[in-house]
């Protein structure tokens, strides 16, 4: 943008919406134009919903989930199989299996996967909070649906190693996962095949 069509305040809005993902510069203008029409009925409730989320959002100290409350909603969700965990790299592929209703599990959120290359090794992940939850009694599968990737499948590898001494059984999703498919991006049938297809390490 060489020359300012709108004034600096707007012009930040459109900045602001441009950093999302997905939006390019000329989608974050459409929404703004659209937020700035909508002013009362979307842009005021708007302002108060993400006010209301950042004061209130916190990371689940269980799972890694983020919620507004700690633990989270699935880790308190009586209704849930207590004997399985989701392992998960992030939040959004947690977010991406519950869309799917793919499973009626608790998950762990790594924070990531291993990573040489980029300098993320095993303390930047959750993996020791993981294999103490693992030696849980009432744990007996923990199910790895991380992505096809290289860095995924290593993690897959570091981790089923680890689980070695505990008593439960390790899976991973079935191959209808494409090589180096991220799970977000997966279709939610997909998804849901992985999971009911998982196969034993
Ligand atoms: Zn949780």
């Known amino acids: 943008m060489s020359r300012g069509t709108a004034g600096p305040e707007i012009e930040r809005l459109i900045q602001l919406l441009a950093k999302l993902p997905g939006l390019g510069p000329r989608s974050a203008r459409r929404a703004a134009l659209h937020l700035i029409k909508k002013r009362e009925q979307l842009m005021s409730p708007l302002a108060d919903a993400i006010e209301t989320a950042r004061e209130?959002?916190?990371?689940?100290?269980?799972?890694?989930?983020?919620?507004?409350?700690?633990?989270?909603?699935?880790?308190?969700?009586?209704?849930?199989?207590?004997s399985?965990?989701?392992?998960?790299?992030?939040?959004?592929?947690?977010?991406?299996?519950?869309?799917?209703?793919?499973?009626?599990?608790?998950?762990?959120v790594l924070g990531g996967t291993l990573s040489p290359l980029d300098g993320v090794g095993p303390a930047d992940l959750t993996i020791d909070a993981l294999v103490s939850r693992?030696?849980?009694?009432?744990?007996?599968?923990?199910?790895?649906?991380?992505?096809?990737?290289?860095?995924?499948?290593?993690?897959?590898?570091?981790?089923?190693?680890?689980?070695?001494?505990?008593?439960?059984?390790?899976?991973?999703?079935?191959?209808?996962?494409?090589?180096?498919?991220?799970?977000?991006?997966?279709d939610e049938g997909t998804l849901s095949a992985a999971m009911r297809q998982r196969t034993l390490i």
């Open 134 to 186: 693992a030696h849980d009694p009432a744990v007996k599968e923990v199910i790895l649906a991380l992505n096809a990737t290289v860095d995924g499948q290593t993690t897959v590898h570091y981790i089923t190693d680890l689980l070695h001494n505990a008593e439960v059984k390790v899976t991973r999703l079935a191959h209808g996962v494409p090589v180096g498919g991220e799970l977000d991006y997966l």
């Open 84 to 108: 399985l965990i989701v392992v998960v790299a992030d939040v959004a592929d947690l977010w991406a299996l519950e869309r799917a209703n793919a499973v009626n599990a608790r998950y762990h």
């Open 56 to 82: 209130k959002i916190v990371i689940c100290s269980v799972c890694g989930n983020i919620d507004t409350h700690n633990p989270c909603t699935v880790c308190t969700d009586v209704k849930r199989d207590p």
